[in-house]
């Protein structure tokens, strides 16, 4: 199973980006439990959001309002809609597919996101 995540980019304070991540392999994304994490410099990795294979979501404070996930079952992908981009939002963003039913995690290799003023 690999995670490819790509869309990352450089952009200014108050645009958006969209970032995606395929699995291949064989993964069973459709059942899978999908999530985005993102690394700053210098900082733990942290959480950013959540989708079951119901669609239900979760988001952390810091990206509520301004973050949307999404999957794509037909395709094994998931998405990250980025809107209102803040400086503090620059990080390695990484995508993460859990197979509960297996215990098994998988981590693609992270896609660097820089908001400039």
């Known amino acids: 199973v690999q995670l490819q995540a790509y869309g990352g980019g450089v952009v200014q304070a108050g645009e958006a980006l969209r970032l995606s991540c395929v699995a291949s392999g064989n993964a069973v994304a459709s059942s899978a439990t999908m999530r985005w994490y993102r690394q700053a410099p210098g900082k733990q990795r942290e959480l950013v959001a959540t989708?079951?294979?119901?669609?239900?979501?979760n988001y952390a404070d810091f990206v509520k309002g301004r973050f949307t996930v999404s999957r794509d079952k037909s395709k094994k992908s998931v998405y990250l809609q980025m809107n209102s981009l803040q400086l503090e939002d620059t990080a390695v963003y990484y995508c993460?597919?859990?197979?509960?039913?297996?215990?098994?995690?998988?981590w693609g290799q992270g896609t660097l996101v820089t908001v400039s003023s």
């Open positions: 993460n597919m859990y197979e509960y039913w297996a215990g098994r995690n998988y």
């Open positions: 989708i079951i294979s119901n669609g239900i979501t």
